[in-house]
């Protein structure tokens, strides 16, 4: 069954809110951004799982984190490891929804 | 793919304006040559997705093809996406990020750790042979990289160049007096 990308990207906010608490009304803006960015990416590895090669997926889970980490991190009330548990957060969703309509071998 | 990055540009102002309102003894200024470094890493690195995207599309076309001319044809173009003949674009762009980070911290000011954060996970998703996630580690674990690969990294990679990008043009307009700038730097330089 195809994955619902719609449902997912509630569901990232929800982790994302979950993390960020008070501070996410500050980055609703920027987040909602990237939410849009992982779920473009989802959307790719669901397209492409029958070729991609888990060092892909590692490298696109990696870079996409690296790099919300670096937008959330830009505000003053964020913390670093706030801007990693939020990027971790928002990914897991990705994960467990791929691997719950696929189980895809390079998800672990 | 403009409009697969559609909230890009929101999230750079932000990003722009978010580095900016943060206070202090010193405010950032515009540097020309900050600007300069930024965009020609922003090009050079586009270049060579996009001629890896070109190589990529290539060879899922002669792949199907058994006479000589196109495996022959197969053959350069496997050995030309391959990470060892594009070694020297991760030595290139290694130095034009080194100097983009002297060139930020050579003037210190309230925004230069948080555009050194941004300039360090930049680096860190593009360099690095043991830094899983960078694109040179991906290129090296998997040889020759695929299309849907490349065209989400370029996104992500573009993501982080356009928010550097619209924190300068910000610091540029504000330098000009532009009256559509949405944020200007702090004006209590000491």
């Keep these: ?108 | 793919m403009q409009k697969r990055w559609s909230g890009t540009k929101t999230l750079s102002w932000l990003f722009a304006i978010t580095l900016l309102g943060l206070g202090g003894c010193a405010a950032p200024q515009y540097d020309a040559q900050t600007d300069k470094l930024i965009s020609t890493l922003q090009s050079d690195v586009d270049t060579q997705l996009v001629s890896l995207i070109s190589l990529d599309h290539k060879i899922a076309g002669l792949k199907g093809s058994s006479d000589s001319t196109s495996q022959k044809a197969l053959a350069e173009a496997t050995t030309k996406a391959g990470y060892d003949a594009n070694s020297g674009f991760y030595d290139k762009i290694d130095v034009e990020l080194t100097s983009l980070a002297l060139r930020v911290d050579a003037a210190p000011n309230d925004s230069t750790a948080r555009i050194d954060v941004a300039i360090k996970a930049l680096r860190d998703n593009l360099l690095g042979r043991d830094i899983k996630g960078s694109l040179q580690n991906v290129h090296l674990a998997s040889g020759v990289l695929d299309e849907s690969y490349l065209t989400s990294e370029q996104g992500i990679l573009n993501t982080q160049f356009q928010a550097l990008l619209t924190y300068e043009l910000v610091l540029k307009n504000g330098s000009d007096g532009a009256a559509s700038t949405p944020a200007k730097p702090a004006t209590t330089a000491n």
């Design chain 1, 1 to 108: 069954m195809a994955v619902d990308w719609s449902k997912v990207s509630t569901q990232i906010m929800n982790a994302l809110v979950g993390v960020l608490a008070k501070d996410w009304k500050t980055v609703e803006p920027a987040a909602s951004a990237q939410i849009a960015a992982l779920v473009q990416i989802g959307q790719t590895i669901e397209a492409k799982r029958a070729t991609m090669t888990s060092s892909e997926y590692e490298g696109l889970r990696i870079s996409q984190q690296r790099a919300m980490e670096g937008i959330l991190a830009s505000y003053a009330a964020i913390t670093i490891v706030v801007a990693e548990q939020a990027a971790a957060a928002a990914w897991s969703v990705i994960a467990q929804a791929l691997k719950t309509a696929y189980a895809l071998p390079f998800i672990p």
